[in-house]
C-alpha cells in the first residue's frame, strides 16, 4: 500500500457503524415490544441499551448478523424473558409453594411468547403516545421521544436544541419518572382520549420538525436532520393512524416544507427568503408527496395542520414567487386565525394580507401584534412590520425594525438576513 492509497476499513470501526445505523432503524421497535413485555417504558430501553451494548461487543468480533434486526430483538427477548422469570421466582417464593409455581411460570412464559408475535404497529403507537403522554413537559416530551421513537442519542438531541448533554439527560430521567409515578400504562388511548392524546403526539413532532427547518439559535438556519426524523415520524403515524386526517396534514404540511430545505441557502451557506429562492431547487418529489397527503387529509376533513398544509401548497403550485396566490392564503389564515388564534398564527395572516395587495391593513395587523407580550421579543414581528413598511415607501423606519429583529434573533444566520435587510435600505449618501 503506498501512501496516497486509503487505509482499509478497520472491521471494528465498520460493525460499529453497522451497530449505529440498524439502532436508529429498528430501536423503536425494540423498545415498543420490551415496553409491552415489562409494562414500563424506563425499563424496556434499559434492556434495548443493553442490547446495543451487547451488539458493540459482539458484532466487532464475530460480524454484523445477516439479519441484524432479528438478533437485537431476540437478544432484547431473552433479557427481558430472564428479568421477568428472577420477578416471577421471587414472587412466587413469597406467595406460592409447589406444584402451582410451576404452572404459573409455564403460564407466564406461554404469554410472553404471544405477546412477542403481536403486531408491531400496536406497539409502536403505544409507544410513541407513551412518550409524548400530556402528563410531560413538552421538553421532556420532545427529548424522550427522540430518545425512544427517533433513535437519537442523549448527545444528537442536545447538539440539536443547542442545550448541554446533561440537560436533556435529566429530562429524559425526570421523564421515565414522571411516567412512572403517574402510573401511566403502556397502551393505546381510549377512543374517547384520543383526540386529546394524538393533539399532544402531533404537537410534539411539529416541534420537532419547526426547530429543524427554523432553528431558534446556533449557526444554522436549518437543521435538516431533524427535519427528518420528524417526517420518518409522520409518515409513520401516517401508516399507524391512516383515517385519522391531522395525521396526514401534518405530514403533508412538513413534506412540502421540507421539499425547500436545499434552496433555503446559497453555495455560500447563507439563507435565502422564499421570494428569492430558486424553486428549480426544490424537491419535486416530496412536494408530490406532501400534495398527496394533503388531498388525504382534506377528504378526511382536516383541521389546523391540514389548513397550513393547504396555505404550503400555495407555494408549491407557485412556479415563480409572483404567480403565488397570495389571495388565498390570506384566506385561509382568515379561517386558520379563527380556529387556533395564537399571536403567530395572526402575525402570518398580517404578512399575507399585506402580500395580497393590501400592505396597509397588513401593517395595522402587524401593529396591533405589538401589544401580544409574547411576541415581545420575537424577532419576527419587527421584521414583518420592517417588510411592510418597505413595501409602504418608509424605508427608515422599516430600516430600524429590521436592525430591531437582527438585535432579538439568536440565530446566527437570521441575524445576517436581517441586517442584510437593513443595510439594503439606507440611503446611499448614509
Same mark, same amino acid.
Given at each position: 500500500m503506498t501512501a496516497t492509497d486509503p487505509a482499509p476499513d478497520d472491521p471494528g470501526q465498520a460493525a460499529r457503524r453497522a451497530v449505529e445505523a440498524v439502532w436508529r432503524i429498528e430501536s423503536a421497535r425494540l423498545i415498543a415490544r420490551i415496553a409491552r413485555l415489562v409494562r414500563d417504558v424506563g425499563l424496556a430501553e434499559e434492556i434495548a441499551q443493553d442490547t446495543l451494548v451487547a451488539a458493540l461487543v459482539q458484532w466487532p468480533a464475530t460480524g454484523v448478523p445477516e439479519d441484524p434486526g432479528p438478533w437485537l430483538t431476540a437478544t432484547a427477548k431473552h433479557r427481558a424473558v430472564d428479568l421477568l422469570r428472577r420477578q416471577q421466582r421471587y414472587a412466587t417464593k413469597l406467595d406460592l409453594l409447589g406444584r402451582d409455581v410451576e404452572i404459573q411460570q409455564e403460564y407466564a412464559e406461554a404469554a410472553l411468547d404471544d405477546a412477542l408475535d403481536d403486531h408491531i404497529g400496536d406497539d409502536l403507537l403505544r409507544l410513541i403516545f407513551t412518550a409524548a403522554h400530556p402528563v410531560l413537559p413538552v421538553q421532556a416530551r420532545v427529548a424522550l421521544t427522540l430518545r425512544m421513537v427517533g433513535g437519537l442519542t442523549t448527545g444528537e438531541t442536545a447538539r440539536a436544541f443547542l442545550v448541554p448533554e446533561a440537560t436533556v439527560a435529566q429530562r429524559i430521567v425526570r421523564a421515565k419518572r414522571a411516567l412512572a409515578a403517574a402510573r401511566v400504562r403502556f397502551e393505546l388511548p381510549t377512543p374517547a382520549e384520543l383526540v386529546d392524546r394524538l393533539a399532544s403526539v402531533l404537537e410534539v413532532v411539529y416541534l420537532i420538525f419547526n426547530e429543524g427547518y427554523a432553528a431558534t439559535g446556533g449557526p444554522n438556519w436549518s437543521r435538516p436532520e431533524l427535519c427528518q426524523e420528524a417526517l420518518r415520524l409522520g409518515r409513520l403515524l401516517s401508516g399507524l393512524l391512516p383515517d385519522e386526517a391531522e395525521v396526514h396534514g401534518l405530514t403533508a404540511l412538513m413534506e412540502l416544507q421540507a421539499s425547500r430545505l436545499g434552496a433555503r441557502t446559497d453555495p455560500q451557506g447563507q439563507p435565502v427568503l422564499? %421570494?428569492?429562492?430558486?424553486?428549480?431547487?426544490?424537491?419535486?418529489?416530496?412536494?408530490?408527496?406532501?400534495? @398527496?397527503? #394533503?388531498?388525504?387529509?382534506?377528504?378526511?376533513?382536516?383541521?389546523?395542520?391540514?389548513?397550513?398544509?393547504?396555505?404550503?401548497?400555495?407555494?408549491?403550485? @407557485?412556479?415563480?414567487?409572483?404567480?403565488?396566490?397570495?389571495?388565498?392564503?390570506?384566506?385561509?389564515?382568515?379561517?386558520? *386565525?379563527?380556529?387556533?388564534?395564537?399571536?403567530?398564527?395572526?402575525?402570518?395572516?398580517?404578512?399575507?394580507?399585506? #402580500? @395580497?395587495?393590501?400592505?396597509? &391593513?397588513?401593517?395595522?395587523? *402587524?401593529?396591533?401584534?405589538?401589544?401580544?407580550?409574547?411576541? &415581545?421579543?420575537?424577532?419576527? #414581528?419587527? *421584521?414583518?412590520?420592517?417588510?411592510?413598511?418597505?413595501?409602504?415607501?418608509?424605508? =427608515?423606519?422599516?430600516?430600524?425594525?429590521?436592525?430591531?429583529?437582527?438585535?432579538?434573533?439568536?440565530? =446566527?444566520?437570521?441575524?445576517?438576513?436581517?441586517?442584510?435587510?437593513?443595510?439594503?435600505?439606507?440611503? %446611499?449618501?448614509?
Open positions: 422564499l %421570494p428569492d429562492q430558486d424553486r428549480r431547487r426544490w424537491d419535486r418529489l416530496l412536494v408530490r408527496r406532501g400534495l @398527496a397527503a #394533503l388531498d388525504r387529509a382534506e377528504t378526511l376533513g382536516g383541521g389546523v395542520y391540514t389548513l397550513q398544509a393547504a396555505i404550503a401548497a400555495c407555494h408549491a403550485r @407557485a412556479t415563480r414567487a409572483e404567480l403565488t396566490d397570495w389571495s388565498r392564503i390570506a384566506a385561509l389564515y382568515e379561517v386558520l *386565525a379563527h380556529l387556533q388564534p395564537s399571536p403567530v398564527i395572526l402575525l402570518n395572516r398580517a404578512v399575507a394580507v399585506g #402580500l @395580497a395587495d393590501d400592505p396597509v &391593513r397588513g401593517l395595522a395587523l *402587524a401593529d396591533d401584534l405589538t401589544r401580544e407580550r409574547a411576541l &415581545r421579543d420575537y424577532p419576527q #414581528l419587527p *421584521a414583518v412590520r420592517g417588510e411592510l413598511l418597505a413595501r409602504l415607501g418608509r424605508a =427608515d423606519e422599516a430600516r430600524a425594525e429590521f436592525t430591531r429583529a437582527a438585535e432579538l434573533t439568536r440565530n =446566527d444566520g437570521e441575524r445576517i438576513l436581517f441586517q442584510r435587510r437593513a443595510d439594503g435600505l439606507r440611503q %446611499p449618501t448614509e
